[in-house]
């Protein structure tokens, strides 16, 4: 027997991917903030972030965020009671919305890097 994936398995693996990589991010940000002690490695911090490569990562941290939010208003919306049959026009109406608010939110960051 095969399995065969649907919207929702499809949805539910990006979700659980996307959480998992919001979780490592909280303790890698906690573990910065707890460094920050001192002036000077505020100082050296700020001066890090500047760095193009760490402004892609907060680009890359946007579309996580976006995707991991918008797939959970989307369950939850199937847990109030929207039937199951629009779970793939969900799908892509949280798709849409994160794309366009994607790249409202990345314009400015990218803006940065050039």
């Known amino acids: 027997m095969r399995y065969r994936w649907h919207t929702g398995s499809f949805a539910w693996l990006i979700h659980r991917i996307a959480g998992i990589m ?10 910065v903030l707890s460094h920050l002690k ?8 700020l001066s890090l972030m500047k760095n193009p490569l760490v402004i892609l990562s907060e680009i890359g941290l946007l ?22 049959k629009a ?15 994607f790249l409202l939110g990345s314009v400015p960051l990218i803006r ?3």
């Open 22 to 31: 919001l979780t490592l991010y909280i303790f890698l940000h906690l573990y």
């Open 38 to 45: 001192d002036p000077v490695g505020y100082k050296t911090l």
């Open 63 to 84: 579309s996580l965020v976006l995707v991991h939010a918008l797939n959970g208003l989307r369950l939850t919306l199937l847990d109030l009671g929207i039937p199951t």
């Open 87 to 101: 779970q793939k026009l969900l799908f892509l109406l949280s798709l849409v919305i994160g794309v366009v608010v």
């Open 112 to 114: 940065e890097v050039l």
